[in-house]
């Protein structure tokens, strides 16, 4: 149940579904390294003072692929819309010669999302939340590869995180020194 290699967690999902409270839970629980592409591209709109599409994904595999080249497992979190973006984070994982799981965090209460889009505030300085609008709107492409859903509507972060160990773990896919962890979620007894 061990793994001695780095692990690649592909975190998906619109704004507000509690990808990112999870991402940063999961980060903690399995001593990860943990890339949020909003960090990156609000620190590249800051320093470069430019409009930012793609450039913050293209800095984000380089980041991953030197961590996972030193043996460092990582969780990246993005909203990952597109096939393209999606494909591109397993091709890092194939390069750095790293296993790797897609996970999608969703939150299929249109009202409960809703609230947490339009009562959320900003946690990095600077960066301007998108509305309820925009992440409704917003191009998010059908998958066409297997991943874990994770659907958070309804349930703690803490819920959600149990429901996401015991996942991972019926997978075989945690890191080494870890499988402690997800005996505990599915016993609901996490640190």
Same mark, same amino acid.
């Given at each position: 149940?061990?793994?001695?290699?780095?692990?690649?967690?592909?975190f998906?999902?619109?704004?507000?579904?509690?990808?990112?409270?999870?991402?940063?839970?999961?980060?903690?629980?399995?001593?990860?390294t943990?890339?949020?592409?909003d960090?990156? =591209?609000?620190?590249? %709109?800051?320093?470069?003072?430019?409009? !930012? $599409?793609?450039?913050?994904?293209?800095? /984000?595999?380089?980041?991953?692929s030197?961590?996972?080249?030193?043996?460092s497992?990582?969780?990246?979190?993005?909203?990952?819309?597109?096939?393209?973006?999606?494909?591109e984070?397993?091709?890092?994982?194939?390069?750095?010669?790293?296993?790797?799981?897609?996970?999608?965090?969703?939150?299929?209460?249109i009202?409960?999302?809703?609230?947490?889009?339009?009562?959320?505030a900003?946690?990095?300085?600077?960066?301007?939340?998108?509305?309820?609008? =925009?992440?409704?709107? %917003?191009?998010?492409?059908?998958?066409? !590869? $297997?991943?874990?859903?994770?659907?958070? /509507?309804?349930?703690?972060?803490e819920?959600?995180?149990?429901?996401?160990?015991?996942?991972?773990?019926?997978?075989?896919?945690?890191?080494?020194?870890?499988?402690?962890?997800?005996?505990?979620a599915?016993?609901?007894?996490?640190?």
């Amino acid at each position: 149940m061990t793994h001695e290699a780095p692990f690649l967690y592909i975190f998906s999902g619109l704004p507000g579904s509690g990808k990112t409270s999870l991402a940063l839970r999961t980060a903690k629980h399995l001593r990860c390294t943990y890339l949020r592409i909003d960090t990156i =591209e609000q620190g590249l %709109r800051e320093l470069l003072s430019a409009n !930012v $599409e793609g450039e913050g994904y293209r800095l /984000a595999y380089r980041i991953t692929s030197d961590n996972l080249r030193v043996g460092s497992s990582v969780i990246a979190d993005s909203c990952n819309p597109l096939e393209l973006t999606r494909r591109e984070w397993e091709q890092v994982a194939q390069e750095t010669e790293v296993r790797h799981i897609n996970i999608e965090v969703i939150c299929s209460d249109i009202h409960e999302h809703r609230r947490r889009v339009d009562n959320r505030a900003p946690d990095i300085p600077g960066m301007k939340l998108p509305t309820w609008d =925009e992440v409704e709107h %917003r191009a998010y492409e059908p998958w066409t !590869v $297997e991943r874990i859903v994770i659907d958070t /509507a309804d349930k703690s972060v803490e819920e959600s995180i149990n429901e996401l160990l015991f996942e991972l773990l019926r997978l075989d896919a945690q890191p080494c020194g870890q499988p402690d962890l997800a005996h505990k979620a599915t016993q609901g007894r996490l640190p």
